[in-house]
């Protein structure tokens, strides 16, 4: 086994995420594009590409990104397991390149802090919808029991519940949308510094 096979072959041990097309895929351009650069030696290979964890990082960011580009429709964001994969793997692909340190630091931090701030805003919304759905078992457990004995207070938070219900199945579907809507939001930003540094890459 020469150089670029062992490459190729400890780079396909980084690939497991993808399906076996897409590995091969990669697998084959990569080797092809070892070949026609003449890269013999493990040193010139891995100066060109980066060693095989660091190579397989940005396939791996690679096919996320185009994974989430193809799942938006008619401008839709994509499902929030797409969105939220751009973004690790982005993330993993910054912090395991040579230029982790400059922009890709900047970058990094960036990240993780508007990803912390979205998740606060999530976390804040799951937290409204959670105190509805309280507050009807609530309303609902107490208008049940003053129903006998009260007959008016007993519907009255009988309809509090009923209200708190309808709150309740009104916000789910919405907060569903604002957590795709968020995690659309991270995955573009996330694509956007990833490609700016893929840039800066190819120019230096």
């Given at each position: ?26 697998l084959e351009f990569y080797d092809e594009f070892i070949a026609d650069g003449g890269l013999d030696s493990r040193q010139a ?153 893929q840039s800066r890459r190819e120019e230096a």
């Amino acid at each position: 086994m020469n150089e670029r096979e062992k490459y190729i072959s400890d780079l396909a041990s980084y690939l497991s995420p993808l399906t076996a097309a897409e590995r091969q895929d990669a697998l084959e351009f990569y080797d092809e594009f070892i070949a026609d650069g003449g890269l013999d030696s493990r040193q010139a290979i891995e100066k060109r590409l980066g060693t095989p964890r660091q190579l397989s990082r940005k396939i791996l960011a690679d096919y996320s990104i185009k994974a989430n580009d193809q799942s938006k429709k008619a401008g839709r964001p994509a499902s929030p397991h797409s969105s939220w994969r751009v973004f690790w793997w982005v993330l993993v692909a910054i912090i395991t390149s040579p230029l982790t340190f400059g922009i890709g630091l900047v970058a990094v931090v960036t990240l993780i802090a508007l990803a912390a701030c979205l998740f606060g805003v999530i976390i804040g919304a799951l937290a409204l919808v959670a105190s509805l759905a309280v507050a009807a078992i609530a309303a609902l457990y107490v208008g049940i029991g003053l129903i006998a004995t009260e007959p008016l207070t007993g519907l009255f938070y009988g309809g509090i519940g009923l209200s708190a219900i309808g709150g309740f199945m009104v916000c789910l579907p919405l907060l569903y949308w604002l957590v795709r809507l968020l995690a659309q939001a991270i995955a573009n930003f996330a694509k956007f510094v990833y490609r700016k540094i893929q840039s800066r890459r190819e120019e230096a």
